[in-house]
């Protein structure tokens, strides 16, 4: 009967450690925000010479959010551009672009469509301006890729409960570093998929929670 008690015992605190993992594991990523469904209305040209940088804001989760990878929606490109980059940058004091703060990576967008950039170890703040910063190695005059826009008045897709947000202007450049404020006309068109970062204290309930259970079981098979 002790023997069955044991097993029983083990049984039970591995379902309930698997509970806890369950209660405390990071959401899955899930798109925050997205105006990819809206018909374009245009698009902005994109070379060494064009920068764009559409500005974002997150949430309001406290711990922050990991950022999976962003998609954004292209025209087809004009002429023969290469090098195409996205990057997230920074956006201090809620103003115009800042540092870069990471490269994400995905396919050539010459052809034109809906294209993911994954990212990796980029963490987001809460209640914080981002922008999505696209540029390329060749000049315009050689050819552009084409960032679809939208109305900046159009539907935002945002997640309930947590909306992100979009500005309804973007910046420009000549050269990814002076920047020039396009507001209440087009924005461009992407979506971002994140993972919402657990808060401290469910990691404290996961170390009290296996703390109990191994007390428990050292008792059991004495």
């Known amino acids: 009967m002790k023997t069955n008690m044991k097993k029983i015992t083990f049984i ?11 209660q405390i594991a990071p959401a899955q990523g899930i798109v925050y925000m997205s105006n990819l469904g809206q018909t374009p209305v245009g698009s902005g040209a994109v070379g060494n010479n064009s920068w764009i940088a559409q500005v ?21 490109a ?3 551009p290469n090098g195409f980059s996205i990057s ?45 910063v696209v540029t390329s190695a060749s000049l ?9 826009a939208v109305d ?13 947000s979009l500005l309804d202007a973007y910046y420009g450049s000549a050269n990814g570093s002076d920047w020039t404020f396009h507001g209440r006309g087009n924005v461009f068109q992407f979506a971002v998929n994140a993972t919402a970062v657990p808060e401290p204290a469910a990691y404290s309930l996961m170390a009290v929670g296996f703390a109990l259970l191994s007390s428990r079981w050292r008792r059991q098979v004495k």
């Open 152 to 164: 900046s008045f159009g539907q935002i897709t945002t997640t309930p409960g947590d909306p992100w």
């Open 12 to 22: 039970a605190i591995v379902l309930i450690a698997e509970l806890l993992v369950t």
């Open 56 to 76: 974002f804001i997150t949430g309001t989760n406290s711990s922050g959010y990991s950022l999976n990878w962003i998609q954004l929606l292209m025209a087809t």
């Open 88 to 132: 997230l940058y920074s956006n201090p004091g809620n103003g115009t672009p800042g540092s870069n703060l990471g490269n994400l990576v995905g396919p050539d967008p010459i052809a034109g469509g809906t294209f993911t950039y994954e990212a990796s170890g980029l963490l987001l703040l809460p209640s914080t301006y981002y922008s999505v």
């Open 140 to 148: 315009t005059a050689q050819g552009a890729y084409q960032w679809s």
């Open 78 to 80: 004009s002429g023969n």
